[in-house]
């Protein structure tokens, strides 16, 4: 079996025409058709690439990147348990009363960021933090 090929970022330059006209890669699918590997000029300057790869014409030895995967906006939270609770052999998960009564309602328990994960799961999280599952 053949090892993948590496790929490379491509991006979507435009030809002056396009540039001129207000045209882009992505709406022009005429010229991705007749243009891509069939014009000495666009294969020189890469016009295109990424329109003409994704269209299956892309330029000879050429595999283009995915685009990357957006950051993610959640919080890696974690799950820390009250002093009372480690002194009591308690976890945030198995104590559910105090998720029920203390958490973004607890100014303790919200500056401390006690059970965090668990706070969030039972739809009691702190304000402006979004847990990632």
């Not at 090892?3 to 010229?31: A, E, F, H, Q, Y």
């Not at 799950?79 to 607890?106: F, H, Q």
């Amino acid at each position: 079996m053949l090892p993948n090929p590496s790929c490379v970022r491509c991006d979507d330059i435009v030809t002056p025409w396009m540039k001129d006209n207000g045209k882009t890669c992505d709406v022009i699918t005429w010229l991705i058709t007749n243009k891509c590997v069939e014009d000495e000029q666009w294969v020189t300057n890469g016009y295109c690439r990424s329109s003409c790869y994704d269209a299956g014409r892309g330029y000879v030895n050429e595999v283009c990147c995915p685009p990357p995967t957006p950051p993610s906006s959640c919080t890696e939270c974690s799950d820390d348990a009250t002093p009372w609770m480690e002194n009591n052999a308690k976890t945030c998960a198995t104590s559910p009363s105090s998720i029920e009564t203390n958490c973004n309602e607890n100014g303790w328990w919200v500056s401390n960021a006690y059970c965090q994960l668990s706070c969030f799961a039972a739809g009691r999280g702190y304000e402006g933090i979004d847990c990632c599952d």
